[in-house]
């Protein structure tokens, strides 16, 4: 049984924790708060940065670090505090450079730790914008100052996305990698990075060293955070690569509210019955 103050759940934002309007419902907000209530931890991982996660913070009400930009940082929100962080190499000015000289009509952004730079924007890239509720900086991508990039973000239409992975996998770029993170967004981060190396960093934070993780994540920018926590799980709506990754499929998707289900399935192990809470 599960000591549930020792019990820290991690969970993916976008198609996991948010439904399909970008929405927390009420049920799994009434859910996160009976399992904090109780002496369980709360945070999330998330691709968005720490401008775009401005409407969640005091809805959620996080009193444990965040890990943001597909694991490239840990943030702590109550001390305004980076506790990890790394960047893009210098050489992914020009990467990004290649990749839109070859594909001239995708969108893309840089995105750094105070600032989006919308380096040329598209029915794609605006939407994302849009998600995220922020207002970016427009700027030639050959002016953006290099240095504190957290990562790059292509945006494009659904059948541009296979377009892009072979054009990436026919290339040995140095010091960086790609993910793709939602069915018209493709990303570039530091090589070895992603949000289950970011995890294995959380688990050395102070108090978190003999913690019991609990991740969940619907999509392949999701898929070593599920491997690196001590229980995954999936929402029904994740991707076959998430599902298969995870250790628990969950029966109900984003839009049905498969958070607070999976809250009730730790509650049980960490032995409260759900029908008295």
């Avoid at 597909?70 to 702590?76: A, E, F, L, T, V």
């Avoid at 926590?229 to 029904?236: M, V």
Wanted: net charge negative; with cysteine.
């Amino acid at each position: 049984m599960l000591d549930i103050s020792k019990v820290v759940l991690v969970c993916d934002m976008d198609g996991t924790l948010l439904n399909s309007k970008k929405e927390i419902t009420p049920s799994v907000r009434a859910a996160i708060k009976r399992f904090t209530s109780l002496g369980g931890r709360f945070t999330v991982a998330t691709g968005r940065t720490i401008q775009s996660f401005q409407h969640y913070f005091n809805m959620l009400e996080l009193d444990y670090p965040l890990i943001m930009f597909n694991g490239s940082m840990i943030y702590d929100k109550l001390h305004d505090t980076v506790l990890y962080s790394t960047f893009l190499p210098e050489n992914s000015a020009d990467i990004s450079i290649e990749i839109m000289s070859a594909m001239p009509h995708i969108g893309g952004e840089v995105l750094k730790t105070d600032c989006t730079i919308v380096f040329r924007n598209n029915e794609y890239e605006e939407k994302h914008t849009r998600i995220c509720g922020i207002t970016p900086i427009y700027k030639p991508l050959e002016e953006i100052e290099k240095g504190d990039w957290q990562k790059v973000l292509f945006a494009m239409s659904p059948d541009d996305i296979p377009k892009i992975m072979a054009l990436a996998r026919s290339k040995s770029y140095k010091g960086v990698q790609f993910v793709k993170s939602a069915d018209i967004f493709f990303e570039m981060i530091p090589e070895g990075i992603t949000k289950g190396s970011a995890l294995k960093k959380y688990r050395q934070l102070d108090n978190m060293q003999d913690c019991f993780i609990v991740a969940a994540g619907d999509y392949d920018n999701d898929i070593e955070m599920l491997i690196e926590a001590d229980i995954g799980a999936a929402p029904a709506n994740a991707q076959p690569e998430a599902k298969a990754a995870a250790d628990i499929v969950l029966k109900h998707s984003c839009d049905e509210d498969a958070m607070a289900e999976l809250i009730e399935i730790i509650l049980k192990k960490c032995g409260f019955d759900s029908n008295k809470l």
